[in-house]
Structure formats: C-alpha cells, structure tokens
C-alpha cells in the first residue's frame, strides 16, 4: 500500500551485507543520554522564552500585543516539541528501567499537559492497530484541512471536542479514565501555581504568553503534525472516515532544522516509526539508511519522503 511499510516483515527486509533487519535490530539500543539532552533542550527554550517575554517588555517596553501572540506561538512550539517525548516513553525509550521510565515521564512530560501516561500508552497502540480504519484512537487527520478546521485549532474548538472524545473512549477502563481525570487537574494546578506567580510579581505579559501558548498554539501544532504525518492527499473532505477506512499512510519528512524540531523524538521518519513501533528515535537514522538498502524498502522509502510545507500546501488544496 502507498507509504506503507507494514505487512513487510523484519526478516525480509536485508542489507548489502546479507543481514537482515531482525537481526540488525538487535543492536539498536536507545542513546539514553541524547534523549535526556533532548529533553533538556527542549525545557532551556521554553523557559527562555518567557524570561526573553519578561526581559523585552519590563527593560525595553516592547508592547505587550507584540510580546504576547509571539511569545505564545514559541511557548506553544517549544511545548508541542516537548510532549512528543512522552510517545517515546509510551514505548518505553527513555529509561532502560520501565518503572524509572514512567517515573520520570509522568512529572517531565506528562504532567505539564495533563497526560495519564498509562491511558495515552493504550491509547497510542490502538492508533498502531488500527491506523486508516474508523477504529483509530489518533484521528486528527480524519479532518479535512481546511481554513475552518484551522479557525477550529486556534479557537480551542478541536481541543474541547478531542478532550470529550477520549471520555468515550472504550478502550479504556474506568479506573484509567479517572487516573486521566487526576492528572488534568494535576497539570491545571501546576500551570495555575506559574501563573499566579507570575502574576504576583507582575509579570503579566509572560503569564498570558504562556495560557496561549499552552492552550491554543500547543494543541494546533499537535493536530498539524499527526494531520500532516497520515492524511491522504487523495481523500475526499466529504468522507467521514469514523465509518469509512481512510487506509494507512505515513511519511518520512526531510530531517532539516525545523522540521526536526516540529518532528522531534523521530516523528520526521514517522512511517519507520509504523513499522517498528518499539525503535528508539535515537537510532531511526541509522534504519533509515538499512531500508535504503534493500530495494523494496527503498523505493517506499523514497516514495514517502517529503516536506510539511508541501504536504500542508497539497493537503488545503484538496477537496
């Protein structure tokens, strides 16, 4: 099937060499220290951010309708950026312990977007399962793009309709959805205390950069991302793919400056990623280069290789 790797097992895919994937895999261990430094990164700008917000309006007056959007549209990236680590500790990549793993992912990466990690881990393998068929539990890019749909991100209309979904959402259990319900009320507390302390100390440009950035620009790159990685350029705006299969699809984008930092923790290779769910972002180059040596994965690979802006420039012009 177009971008589509799955289906085609480990031992047939093989190198040069004459070794196959199923064996090569064996080494792939995670870089554990990158992906702390990756984390770590990706805390330094957020904070950086709103102290740059603080620096810019109390020493050099810049007004605060300036600092505000622009400082919530970096906030928001910066935060989009770091919650794509917490799909990588749902795979249990960022500790070699999986108790320390979910530890340190329920208060680095969890808890500052009110995630239940033991819920978003369930909820994620379903979206492998059954990826492209109304059964998906990841399904932003059932949307069709549209300038509505991204009215709809910016507002926090498609946030507030994706939060009452996950309450109808079967595959989890009860004591799962409360545990969710706890840690939404956990994250608000956390934001609630930096907001109140910014507040106090008057530095209320900051504050309100931070509420946009967290609750309108967070949730549109998100939804961007998961819409830009599986929606068919050919799918048609008027097909409710929660009764139709919309049929699996993923792509590898070009890993430029950018595009790896909206594709973080190796979502820029996120049909790779299909294919060998349990792989570490921290070794996806190195995959990616073993493909490209087999000639049926090759091709795909090619095949699927592209940019967001040329999937997000095809994707509004479809109807």
């Given amino acids: ?165 996950k309450e109808k959402i079967e595959v989890l259990t009860q004591e799962q959805k409360k545990e969710s319900r706890y840690m939404l009320l956990a994250g608000f507390i956390v934001h609630a205390l930096l907001l109140t302390a910014a507040l106090l100390t008057g530095n209320w440009v900051a504050a309100f950069a931070w509420i946009l950035g967290f609750g309108i620009f967070f949730p549109f790159f998100a939804t961007m991302r998961q819409l830009l990685e599986h929606r068919d350029e050919l799918a048609k705006a008027t097909t409710d793919f929660r009764k139709t299969p919309h049929g699996k699809l993923s792509r590898i984008f070009y890993h430029a400056l950018l595009s790896s930092s909206f594709g973080a923790a190796g979502f820029t290779r996120h049909l790779i990623h299909h294919w060998d769910p349990q792989a570490s972002y921290t070794r996806m180059k190195e995959i990616e280069d073993f493909l490209n040596e087999d000639e049926k994965t090759a091709a795909i690979v090619r095949a699927s290789k592209t940019t967001y802006s040329t999937v997000f420039k095809t994707l509004l012009k479809a109807h």
């Fill in 1 to 165: 099937m177009k971008n589509n790797l799955e289906g085609i097992s480990f031992e047939q895919v093989v190198n040069k060499a004459g070794t196959s994937y199923a064996v090569f895999r064996g080494q792939l261990t995670p870089r554990y220290s990158l992906v702390f430094f990756d984390i770590a990164r990706g805390y330094f700008f957020l904070f950086l951010i709103s102290a740059l917000v603080i620096v810019l309006h109390r020493v050099y007056s810049l007004p605060w309708w300036l600092l505000i959007p622009g400082g919530g549209l970096l906030t928001g990236y910066c935060a989009a950026y770091i919650a794509l680590f917490a799909h990588e500790a749902s795979h249990y990549n960022i500790h070699p312990d999986k108790k320390t793993n979910d530890r340190l992912a329920t208060v680095f990466l969890c808890l500052p977007f009110g995630l239940s990690l033991k819920s978003y881990r369930k909820i994620h393998w379903q979206h492998h399962l059954y990826l492209g068929t109304p059964s998906d539990t990841e399904i932003s890019y059932f949307n069709h793009l549209s300038g509505l749909f991204i009215l709809e991100t910016l507002t926090g209309i498609h946030l507030l309709r994706t939060i009452l979904t």
